[in-house]
């Protein structure tokens, strides 16, 4: 698959040059998803156990150690796009842990 908007992930990187396990989190997601071709849902929950999936365009929230990021998979063209990377209380505060809240957010945005 093809990562979109990695930018987001090596600006947090840089921020977090401390946090080791961060770091090898961060690293192991971009392999994940840049060496496999997802084409359905259950390929990708295969390899990521912590693919959430909170909207049915194809958004997922995975855990990458202490963060958490929006990402769009576009299965038919093998994209995935960062659209959000924050904290888990970023995230908490963010998105209530709301699925109506997430679905707000998105419109909102214009990513629906």
Avoid: C
């Avoid at 840049?34 to 365009?57: E, Q």
């Avoid at 150690?65 to 990377?85: G, H």
């Amino acid at each position: 698959m093809r990562l979109l908007n990695k930018k987001l992930l090596i600006k947090l990187k840089n921020k977090k040059k401390g946090n080791k396990s961060l770091l090898v989190a961060i690293d192991t997601f971009i392999g994940d998803v840049t060496l496999n071709l997802f084409s359905n849902p259950l390929d990708l929950t295969s390899i990521r156990k912590d693919a959430d999936n909170v909207h049915s365009d194809g958004f997922y929230f995975f855990d990458i150690d202490t963060y958490r990021l929006l990402v769009l998979i576009e299965f038919k063209t093998s994209d995935a796009t960062i659209v959000w990377v924050g904290s888990h209380a970023e995230y908490e505060q963010t998105f209530k842990n709301n699925k109506k809240t997430i679905h707000r957010w998105l419109k909102n945005r214009e990513w629906i």
